[in-house]
């Protein structure tokens, strides 16, 4: 006689099984945190992602349910979280010219990208999560553009692998030829901006020229992120009519994250959310995503990261030093520098 099983005892068995996954993802959002404040230059985000990498290799199979869950649903929700960050006064703030500056940098550097990547002969799915981590803002980029695309999973791991690594280097690099140039502390914040990839690591390469120009560099930042979801959204378009024909689930013209995202921005810009709940918002935002960071961190092979190899590495460092000069040079247009 057949049996049927309890609806609760398999919802019990799921949430179980989760368990093993979520206990990993706060220790190692723990670890990150205290390592970030022992040494600040190193951002949670950052951090997160290392400890991934290193912890990847040596965990149970057991916890790949709760991290892939953690991933996925954390980096959406710190994603949305992250609009509540900029305002459009913030915005109207930098100046029309600096405004273009930014669009101008983010087109340029996602465009040639994408042709250095055929250029180079690196797959069409690695080259567009380097042009959009490398052109927007790093991993929560990609992860968005991800949703609108059939990409492999080792394509997006090995895409945050590499923002991790030459956004690092541009940790040091940045205040250190700035300087070789003469850039004062506005001119190297608004730099920093528009040429480093992850939110954190602007913050650490602006934090050498003071407290002016971290502020000037966060606001610019902010202001490619925005330009996340025009471009998801055109990628988007172009996806759908690629998978027009053929069956399956289409992708979303625009995930509901990047749409929330916009909403939170406009929310943040009626000037009616009180200061201590938006630093709430921004310390969620920060512990949201780097849980995610760390399980997507999990997911990168040094080995394979290697094995794409010569290719993807150079595309990630062609891709760096195209936003650091495309963004000089838009600065220069505008009269910053």
Same mark, same amino acid.
């Given at each position: ?17 989760l ?12 670890? /990150?945190?205290?390592?970030? /404040? ?13 400890l ?13 349910p ?15 979280l ?9 915005? $109207? ?30 797959? +069409? ?34 895409g ?7 956004? /690092? ?66 990628v988007?378009?172009?996806?759908? +009519? +690629?998978?027009?024909?053929s069956?399956?689930?289409r992708p ?18 009626t ?13 969620? $935002? ?31 460092a ?20």
């Amino acid at each position: 006689m057949a049996t049927t099983s309890d609806p609760g005892t398999e919802r019990g068995r799921r949430i179980g099984g989760l368990v093993p996954g979520l206990l990993l993802v706060v220790a190692g959002t723990a670890v /990150s945190w205290a390592v970030t /404040s022992v040494v600040p230059a190193v951002g949670a985000l950052t951090a997160a992602v290392v400890l991934g990498v290193l912890a990847g290799p040596r965990l149970p199979g057991p916890a790949q349910p709760g991290l892939q869950w953690v991933t996925r649903r954390f980096l959406r929700a710190g994603v949305v979280l992250l609009g509540l960050q900029l305002g459009l006064d913030q915005l $109207t703030g930098l100046g029309t010219a600096v405004v273009l500056a930014v669009v101008g940098t983010v087109l340029v550097t996602f465009a040639g990208t994408l042709l250095l990547g055929r250029l180079l002969g690196v797959s +069409r799915g690695l080259t567009l999560m380097i042009a959009t981590g490398f052109s927007i803002c790093g991993a929560s980029a990609i992860a968005a553009m991800d949703s609108v695309t059939d990409s492999d999973r080792e394509d997006v791991a090995t895409g945050i692998g590499l923002v991790t690594l030459y956004g /690092s280097a541009a940790i040091a690099a940045v205040p250190l030829v700035g300087t070789g140039a003469g850039l004062g502390p506005h001119a190297l914040g608004a730099w920093a901006g528009l040429s480093v990839h992850e939110v954190a690591q602007v913050v650490a390469a602006a934090s050498p020229a003071g407290a002016a120009a971290v502020s000037v560099a966060v606001v610019v930042k902010l202001t490619r992120v925005v330009l996340l979801a025009p471009i998801v959204a055109g990628v988007g378009l172009v996806e759908r +009519r +690629r998978s027009g024909g053929s069956a399956g689930r289409r992708p979303p013209l625009v995930p509901l994250f990047v749409l929330g995202f916009l909403a939170m921005a406009a929310v943040r810009s009626t000037g009616l959310v009180p200061g201590p709940v938006l630093e709430l918002a921004q310390g969620t $935002t920060t512990l949201l995503l780097a849980a995610a960071l760390f399980g997507l961190g999990t997911g990168v092979r040094v080995g394979g990261l290697l094995r794409t190899g010569r290719r993807g590495l150079a595309l990630g460092a062609l891709s760096t030093l195209l936003v650091g000069l495309a963004g000089y040079g838009a600065l220069a247009v505008a009269g910053v520098v």
